[in-house]
Antibody, heavy 113, light 109 residues
């Protein structure tokens, strides 16, 4: 059974850093396109990043230079390292795979002093 | 950055047909933008209905279909059901990076 489980969310002060994890089971992360998508409270979906199965990585302009997506193949896990966090980064962060076939349950990141 | 346009809201009668569209500020949406369509109900994670313009997942109800129409990606719902009331988002890719539209709130009434 395919499953994605995100962890690592929480309350963080502006300017701080946080690392989200997305543990995958039932498939191999390195063989699949892996995405991060976020949704601010009461707002729409925002595409954040992708690591394609070939290794290329892309980011939304709003996070470029601050967020880094990576994979740990030994643990079959996707990460999102978030630096220089701002209030506008407050959102539920979802990981998703493939053709967005599977989604995690989401983890809430709140950036506030 | 390019922006993706969607109708803010649409209403369809039960059993009726409605088409949601997804445009781009950079010009026509083509198959090379690999358009996706997602459905999201309150309190739930999004669910993918259509990928790469017109491909369906195993869970996509047959009444949903995707296409290109007049320079836009389109999601057509034929035979609307009450459970289809939801927010619908399209996602388009520009040279590897994705951009969501702001969503269409579909009311079945």
């Amino acid at each position: 059974e395919v499953q994605l489980v995100e962890t690592g969310g929480g309350l963080i002060q502006p300017g701080g850093s946080l690392r989200l994890s997305c543990a995958a089971s039932g498939f191999t992360v390195s063989s699949s396109h892996m995405y991060w998508v976020r949704q601010a409270p009461g707002k729409g979906l925002e595409w954040v990043s992708v690591i394609y199965s070939g290794g290329n990585t892309y980011y939304a302009d709003s996070v470029k230079g601050r967020f880094i997506s990576s994979e740990d193949n030994s643990h079959n896990t996707l990460f999102l390292q978030m630096n220089s966090l701002r209030a506008e980064d407050t959102a539920v962060y979802y990981c998703a795979s493939g053709h967005f076939d599977f989604w995690g349950q989401g983890t809430l990141v709140t950036v506030s002093s | 950055q390019a922006m993706v346009t969607q109708e803010p809201s649409l209403t369809v009668s039960p059993g009726g047909t409605v088409t949601l569209t997804c445009g781009s500020t950079t010009g026509a949406v083509t198959s090379g933008h690999f358009p996706y369509w997602f459905q999201q109900k309150p309190g739930q994670a999004p669910r993918t209905l259509i990928y790469d313009t017109s491909n369906k997942h195993s869970w996509t109800p047959a009444r949903f279909s995707g296409s290109l129409l007049g320079g836009k990606a389109a999601l057509t719902l034929s035979g609307a059901q009450p459970e289809d009331e939801a927010e619908y988002y399209c996602l388009v890719f520009y040279s590897g990076a994705g951009v969501f539209g702001r969503g269409t709130k579909l009311t079945v009434l």
